[in-house]
């Protein structure tokens, strides 16, 4: 059974920084492309951050890019989000979510790509 549990999500104030963990299992981890995205109320679901398979490559919506970070440890069967400068528009619901591809593939920003998705963790950020 294939389980991406997600954790670390809260209420905090703007500028405040939080960091989002993606534990996954069920599934070869290192076989796996992994992403954020986030859902804020009344909205679509957003692409947030994508790493590769090796770690090497990861690609960013542009609204974060220099305040979230996105990694994996391979080791632990962990995905996490860096965020830092936290800003109001970005409360939402966070979710993780798994791609199998090849050690080339290039990164997606695309949901239908992706098989497997947690089930989300909240951020609030206050202003």
């Known amino acids: 059974q294939v389980q991406l549990v997600e954790s670390g999500g809260g209420l905090v104030q703007a500028g405040a920084s939080l960091r989002l963990s993606c534990e996954v299992s069920?599934?070869?981890?290192?076989?796996?492309?992994y992403a954020w995205f986030r859902q804020a109320p009344g909205k679509e679901r957003e692409f947030v951050a994508t790493i590769s398979r090796g770690g090497g490559k990861s690609d960013y919506v542009d609204s974060v890019k220099g305040r979230f970070t996105i990694s994996r440890d391979n080791d632990k069967k962990t995905v996490y989000l860096q965020m830092a400068n936290l800003k109001s528009e970005d409360t939402a619901v966070y979710s993780c979510?798994?791609?199998?591809?090849?050690?080339?593939?290039?990164?997606?920003?695309?949901?239908?790509?992706?098989?497997?998705w947690g089930q989300g963790t909240q951020v609030t950020v206050s202003s």
């Open positions: 069920g599934v070869t981890f290192s076989y796996y492309a």
């Open positions: 979510a798994a791609r199998r591809t090849i050690l080339t593939a290039p990164l997606s920003r695309d949901t239908s790509d992706y098989s497997y």
